[in-house]
């Protein structure tokens, strides 16, 4: 259940009630009901090749539930064996939801964006989602150079030449009419990063 719930970012008792006819493993896909999910909206839940591992690998052991434990669905999570576990790995302060918090931590720092994490996870509201911004910076360097080039020149190697002041006049004249509307005064053309 854990590693399921690292795969999924499903909160606890949507892993622990989640039942084989909410799962189409050749699909690939699993389904939260709105009246089941935290936010009262269903949850599409694409299943990547971990928890679909997870999957195959208790299919069969019960006809309803994916996950269960004597017969029946695992109701707590925050147990003895919980909490034993916790200890031989030597992790401390660590809450069955923190799996949650771990794998959209997860999705931030690989380039999962914000807006596709918020539809992942289920979240009602953007703001839920924000907790996890900071942890993106590197994605926000990479999709910074998705304008690089588009200006027509590499600003960074003109970065020494200004260009002159255009007149009103000369802008006419480079313009086609019907173009850009000329400046009531001159102006310079951008060729610097000052």
């Not at 006419?172 to 005064?185: A, C, D, L, S």
């Amino acid at each position: 259940m854990a590693i399921f719930s690292l795969a999924t970012g499903l909160r606890q008792s949507n892993v622990s009630y989640l039942r084989w006819d909410q799962v189409n493993l050749d699909t690939g896909y699993a389904w939260i009901h709105p009246d089941e999910s935290k936010s009262g909206r269903a949850i599409n839940v694409p299943l990547n090749n971990d928890a679909l591992a997870v999957l195959h690998e208790v299919q069969g052991e019960d006809n309803d539930y994916c996950f269960i434990y004597q017969g029946k669905p695992v109701e707590r999570t925050s147990t003895k064996a919980w909490h034993a576990a916790l200890k031989r790995a030597g992790i401390e302060n660590f809450r069955w939801h923190d799996l949650r918090h771990t794998w959209a931590s997860w999705h931030a720092q690989n380039g999962t964006s914000l807006q596709e994490l918020q539809e992942l996870g289920g979240w009602a509201t953007f703001e839920m989602v924000l907790r996890y911004a900071h942890l993106a910076k590197g994605q926000l360097k990479r999709v910074a150079n998705n304008v690089d080039g588009t200006i027509g020149t590499n600003l960074a190697q003109t970065r020494k030449v200004k260009s002159p002041a255009v007149s009103s006049e000369a802008f006419r004249i480079m313009v086609p009419r019907g173009g850009i509307e000329p400046p009531t005064r001159g102006f310079s053309i951008l060729c610097s990063t000052d």
